[in-house]
């Protein structure tokens, strides 16, 4: 009877492990490719470029999830979101991971059945008014109407900081970003408030652009980062160094043009990112030893995506800031592969 019972625990535990490692990545392979949620058609972020492709920074991410994976960068299909059903997507299952601009805070860190990666894009709260309000300052804004996106941490940033600054206001607040810059431009609201980026994202596709100022005050931190479900721990740290290898290659001088050359490197820390070293990073994680030359490969390292989605020579014309590499002045940082 013992002996059976030892064998039953046993072919269990087999079965238990085997039902463990069918996992979202093991998913992700057999279906042949990622399933990403992005935002709406944000400018530099994610939206459909003159050829009808997908473009941004989420986008990118989500590429070099796809190119580490299949070693293909279009093996990913995009699912767009609204700040409000984000989460519902990414908990059902619907996305396998969620690259649309999210605000990492404790509440949604620790109550949605969520988890933070790393964070994307460094950000801040801004408001942008119509040139001839007469507005050049957040305080000029007391008592006026402010346009809102529902379910963002805008809501209540711009409610603590009105409250502390003893100014008023009335929030106009829509469900879809789309409508909330509509109201905005149609005039049924002096401001409108979301990143800064965003603002400037958005006022990059206004008809006259000049006609729009973005106020110099940012209100807030807004570590914008990309999110998987809770509960999937190989997935996450697949996701979580794929983010960490562009930062690397980034701050070893990478890129994307220069990576086959950079295969015959002394430098040990860029073998054991390119996967010609003795070491296997890959395999342990369900990757291949080379999956960090795929991303570079497909997509680039971090500063090249920024550079081409939301940098000086785009029409957001952002500069890195916070976004630089650390040893470039930024905070973007990553662990050692080692």
Excluded at 169 to 192: I, M, N, R, S, W
Aim: proline share 4%; glycine share 10%.
């Amino acid at each position: 009877m013992n002996k059976l019972l030892t064998a039953t625990v046993a072919v269990l535990a087999t079965l238990g492990a085997s039902s463990a490692y069918a996992d979202r990545l093991d998913d992700v392979k057999a279906r042949g490719f990622v399933q990403c949620g992005v935002t709406e058609g944000v400018p530099g972020f994610s939206e459909l470029n003159a050829e009808n492709d997908w473009a941004g920074l989420e986008v990118d991410f989500c590429r070099a999830i796809a190119a580490s994976i299949f070693n293909d960068p279009k093996a990913v299909r995009f699912t767009t979101l609204t700040a409000a059903d984000r989460w519902q997507a990414l908990s059902s299952g619907q996305i396998d991971v969620l690259a649309r601009t999210s605000t990492w805070t404790m509440q949604r860190d620790t109550q949605l059945g969520i988890t933070f990666v790393g964070t994307l894009f460094y950000d801040g709260q801004g408001f942008m008014v119509k040139k001839d309000s007469g507005a050049t300052s957040v305080h000029d804004l007391n008592g006026k109407t402010i346009c809102i996106e529902q379910g963002t941490t805008t809501e209540l940033n711009l409610a603590d900081y009105f409250a502390i600054n003893k100014l008023t206001y009335t929030p106009l607040t829509f469900a879809g970003h789309d409508e909330t810059v509509k109201a905005f431009q149609d005039g049924k609201c002096v401001a409108y408030t979301t990143d800064s980026s965003g603002l400037a994202a958005d006022r990059s596709k206004f008809a006259n652009p000049a006609d729009f100022i973005i106020l110099p005050e940012v209100i807030s931190k807004e570590p914008l980062a990309v999110v998987v479900a809770k509960g999937d721990d190989r997935w996450f740290k697949v996701v979580r160094w794929i983010y960490y290898a562009v930062l690397d290659a980034d701050e070893l001088g990478v890129t994307q043009k220069n990576v086959d050359e950079m295969v015959g490197s002394d430098n040990p820390e860029i073998k054991r990112l390119l996967g010609v070293s003795d070491d296997d990073f890959g395999t342990p994680i369900g990757l291949t030893k080379d999956w960090a030359y795929r991303v570079i490969k497909g997509v680039g390292n971090y500063g090249e995506m920024f550079d081409r989605s939301v940098g000086p020579s785009t029409p957001l014309g952002l500069q890195p800031g916070l976004n630089a590499i650390w040893k470039d002045g930024g905070i973007q940082y990553a662990p050692p592969i080692r």
